[in-house]
């Protein structure tokens, strides 16, 4: 929410002045770079968490269920997630195509002129774009090691 909230102050201050200061939008990808590097913190935490229960809780859960005869599911290798999660994988990429990826890039094309220039933000330009190619690395490979997590998950299910 923060990210969205600044992104949009951001274009505000751009669009809303008559001098049309572009240098602004350059603050995207940096924001950009740490609200991804957040998320994937988050994605893979979430994913050690799912690995814990399956990998190790599990064995506790089938020996209490052996002991009581109840099945205890676990959400790692269920039939819902099974279902569900391509369909959650592709609109998380749609989602950080236009929320991250999106105002990056317009961050970078209205600042094209300062690359070749030498100015005060040539060096804040090439820097933005380094930033959102580590933007697409960090968020392709996050999504990359979260379908695995649940193919892992699924084909011990099976």
């Not at 102050?9 to 991804?36: E, K, N, R």
């Not at 933005?128 to 892992?152: G, K, P, W």
Request: with cysteine; proline share 3%; hydrophobic share 50%.
């Amino acid at each position: 929410m923060l990210y969205i909230a600044t992104v949009g102050a951001v274009l505000g201050i751009v669009w809303g002045s008559d001098h049309s200061p572009f240098q602004v939008l350059l603050a995207i990808p940096y924001v950009a770079l740490g609200v991804t590097l957040l998320i994937a913190q988050h994605n893979l935490v979430i994913g050690a968490i799912a690995k814990f229960c399956h990998c190790e809780l599990s064995k506790h859960l089938q020996d209490a269920e052996s002991a009581s005869k109840h099945t205890v599911p676990i959400w790692e290798t269920s039939k819902t997630l099974k279902q569900y999660w391509p369909e959650w994988l592709v609109q998380l990429n749609i989602a950080h195509a236009i929320l991250i990826l999106l105002p990056c890039f317009i961050a970078v094309f209205y600042n094209t002129d300062k690359l070749w220039f030498q100015t005060d933000f040539t060096l804040v330009t090439w820097g933005a774009i380094a930033a959102s190619i580590a933007i697409v690395i960090i968020i392709t490979r996050d999504h990359m090691v979260r379908r695995q997590f649940y193919t892992e998950y699924q084909n011990f299910a099976e």
